[in-house]
């Protein structure tokens, strides 16, 4: 009989669906980069400069903020808005216990103190009612996420805050372009907002850069100074900076990029959609994937995570079919090993907690096909059909 053993109807699961393409978005507008990229190179301009000047204008009016500066990363985003609020040693700042290490990793390296809050589950962001009774008489700043591309429910802690005459410093490096009903975007509702054009963001460098938003014209000023070692005339420092300056190229590149954004977010909403379809119509129950819910504003999808039972076992079986899932994140900030002198145990903040074991970010990005799609979600039947 060999030779002629079936070894199964062919599945749908043998396509790959990788965790990114970005190759794949460079190769859609090569010509317009790598034409970028020469003028860049032969301008000898490369670090500052008129192009990126460029961009932080094209940034601005796209987020509807009146200034963006460009800067070497979104953590130095995050870092320099709290160096300019002369945030330090005996200072507290309220972040999420759910989010990228960045965002509580910066306040850290600042000498100040991280004052964890829960998150709400359904959308894996700052439980805004809690952050009252996170407040002392040391806490400098409130630093919300938008996790994953959704808006935090930014109406009642902008008015906490301003309740307690604190600033709000948005975490916005996932969230570019998401808005609420009214049209503002994130990173333009607090006094500053961070982003990140890391590559894999929905807004990619091809390397490190970021930017801050700011409606404030001193803050403004003052991070542009900050960028440059604080020096507002070559070689006079006025305050204590450090080399925060984005590339020429990477700006150029984005300036590219920025103008396909808009193009990119319909086609991950729509991406979404189906997915929701998709798992909803499955022969799934739904305690074993809860797809994300869409609850404030307009969510731009920079992962579509799902909750997921037994989803450490699930992981492997998807890497098995090339189906490249992603765990955003393990373990929540007040857990980690660094912040272990903060006093925090397992239980402290439970929702985070809970979150850190259940998501599950499928695969996500406009070059997505229908046919990867339903590859992925009867990867998912298939393992809980086993
Ligand atoms: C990516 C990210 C950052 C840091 O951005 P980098 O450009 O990688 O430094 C900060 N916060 C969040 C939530 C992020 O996702």
Redesign the pocket.
Known sequence: MAGTARTGPSRAAEIAVPPLNLAGQFAALREELLKEMADVAASGYYVLGPKVTTFEEALARYCGSRHAVGLS??????LVAMMALGIGPGDEVIVPTF?????AGTVARLGARPVFCDIVPETYNLDVSQVAGRITPRTKAIMP?H?YGQLVDMAPLLALAARHNLPVIE?A??AIGAHDAAGTKAGAFGLAG?L???P??NLGALG???ALLTNDDRLHELVVKLRIHGSGHTYYHDVVGGNFRIDALQAALLTVKLRHLDDWTRQRRAHAARYTELILSANLAPEQVRPPAEIHGQHIY?QYVVRAQRRDELLPFLKERKIGAAVYYPLPLHLQKCFAGLGHKPGDFPHGEQAAAEVLALPMYPELTEEQQRAVVDSLVAFYQR
């Open positions: 990363s979104g953590t130095d985003a995050l989010t990228f290490f960045a965002t996420v996790l975490d490096a996932q961070c990140s054009f890391y894999t963001k490190d850069a970021g920079h």
